[in-house]
C-alpha cells in the first residue's frame, strides 16, 4: 500500500507561482511512476505531468508545457510539481499518483495510489 500527501496549493495571482509537494510512503519510492492530474470545476479530471522512476524523462500536457516543471527527490520520497507563469485556467484541484513500476503515462487509470489532493486557485 502506498499512502500519498499531497501540499504546497493555494491561492495566487495570475502571472505567479506556487510549487507543490507529493511524498508517497515506501520503500520502493524509487521504483514508483509519479504523476500528476488536475480537476477543475465541474471538469473532468486531466493528466499534467508524469515522470518514471528514474526522472529521466518528463511528459507534460500541451496546456502546462514550458510553464510547469515535475521532478522528484528518491531520497526524499517527494516528487514536486513547479507552476510558474499561472493562469486562472489553471485552478483546480491537483492530485498525485503513483504506480509502481509503472511508466509515466497520461492515462489516469494506469496509476493504482491517489492523494487526496491539494486546491489551487489563480485570481485574474
Known amino acids: 500500500q502506498v499512502h500519498i500527501v499531497e501540499s504546497g496549493g493555494g491561492l495566487v495571482q495570475a502571472g505567479g507561482s506556487l510549487r507543490l509537494s507529493c511524498v508517497a510512503s515506501?520503500?520502493?519510492?524509487?521504483?514508483?511512476?509519479m504523476a500528476w492530474f488536475r480537476q477543475a470545476p465541474r471538469k473532468d479530471r486531466e493528466f499534467v505531468a508524469a515522470?518514471?522512476?528514474?526522472?529521466?524523462?518528463?511528459n507534460y500536457a500541451d496546456p502546462v508545457k514550458g510553464r510547469f516543471t515535475i521532478s522528484r527527490d528518491n531520497t526524499e520520497n517527494t516528487v514536486y510539481l513547479q507552476m510558474n507563469s499561472l493562469k486562472p485556467e489553471d485552478t483546480a484541484v491537483y492530485y498525485c499518483?503513483?504506480?509502481?513500476?509503472?511508466?509515466?503515462?497520461?492515462?489516469?487509470?494506469?496509476?493504482?495510489?491517489w492523494g487526496q489532493g491539494t486546491s489551487v486557485t489563480v485570481s485574474s
Open positions: 499518483a503513483a504506480e509502481v513500476f509503472g511508466l509515466p503515462t497520461s492515462r489516469d487509470n494506469a496509476y493504482t495510489y
Open positions: 515506501g520503500r520502493t519510492f524509487s521504483s514508483y511512476a
Open positions: 515522470i518514471p522512476w528514474s526522472g529521466s524523462t518528463t
